[in-house]
């Protein structure tokens, strides 16, 4: 009987992570992303505070709002996103939302904007505790690194949370990419 009681022990500890779940974070696809003003550190609006959905319109675009994230797999993503940029037909738009809660963290947003090796991609800063967080139903636990969102015409139609800036995550961000920038 312990022996069975082990077993059984060993093959639930073995299934646990397949029924573990990522942290959900994030508007749904399908549902409309809205205005908010965060503070541009790089990008064509550099040092303004232009609201990205209201500028440019519905316009394909990506938003990734970055909660802690490591700064080589934003640069990675944001690299990506800014070549996506550059070879684009539809006008493509990308930002980058880095989430504050202290001086250091805006410092990172421009630590990040100087790595991103093209000028296309607006990287952004917005304090954690705007209401804009909250609209976006952005995840803030700290299990939650990136929340990424792809939209046409102001609605979402693909999100990734945690994304990773290797060549899978990238190419799942580039397919989901690919059904709106046409």
């Not at 952005?138 to 299990?143: E, I, R, W, Y």
């Amino acid at each position: 009987m312990k022996k069975a009681l082990i077993g059984i022990a060993a093959i639930a500890a073995l299934a646990l992570p397949v029924f573990a779940s990522a942290p959900d974070s994030g508007l749904k696809v399908g549902e409309m992303t809205s205005a908010f003003e965060p503070h541009h550190v790089s990008g064509p609006d550099k040092g303004t505070d232009t609201c990205p959905v209201c500028k440019y319109g519905n316009r394909p675009a990506v938003q990734v709002w970055v909660n802690g994230d490591a700064p080589e797999n934003v640069v990675a993503i944001a690299n990506d996103l800014d070549k996506k940029m550059a070879s684009s037909k539809a006008e493509f738009r990308a930002f980058v939302v880095y989430l504050t809660h202290c001086e250091k963290c805006v410092e990172m947003s421009g630590t990040i904007a100087g790595k991103v090796k093209g000028e296309k991609v607006a990287v952004t800063n917005l304090p954690i505790d705007s209401p804009a967080v909250g609209d976006y139903k952005v995840n803030t636990d700290t299990a939650v690194k990136n929340t990424v969102f792809v939209y046409k015409n102001r609605k979402v139609v693909a999100k990734f949370v945690n994304l990773k800036g290797d060549e899978a995550g990238l190419k799942a961000l580039n397919a989901a990419i690919a059904k709106v920038d046409n």
